[in-house]
């Protein structure tokens, strides 16, 4: 279990001079920026490499749909659904993937070019 709960997300206050990173469990984090804007990034280091993803926007509604995909093409997330990818791309990560490349592979495959 991680850090963060629903209240917290909805009462954090921004910095006036950066952005506030509130870490949470498996890399996730909720930053927020000076404006007040509240989104969520996954960090984590891969085969050397550290990578910082973000996964969309803070909502204390869940996103419609059914699973990861649709809720990242949904650009807006519930706090349990964003542990629930932090969760999934830690899992794929010990498993020796790199979900963010996987993800960002996917968006390149669905792209329909004129």
């Known amino acids: ?22 870490g949470d469990a498996d ?41 990861i995909e649709q809720w990242l093409r949904h650009g807006r997330l519930s706090l349990s659904q964003a542990r629930t990818i932090a969760g999934e791309w830690k899992a794929a990560r010990s498993a020796g993937r790199d979900p963010v490349a996987e993800w960002e592979a996917q968006l390149e495959k669905n792209l329909v070019y004129p």
């Open 1 to 22: 279990m991680g850090k963060l709960t629903e209240a917290s997300c909805e009462t954090s206050k921004p910095r006036k001079d950066r952005d506030k990173l509130i």
């Open 27 to 67: 890399g996730l984090f909720l930053r927020i920026r000076p404006q007040g804007t509240k989104t969520w990034i996954v960090e984590y280091e891969f085969k050397g490499e550290r990578r910082k993803y973000t996964l969309g926007s803070y909502m204390s509604n869940d996103a419609p749909g059914i699973g």
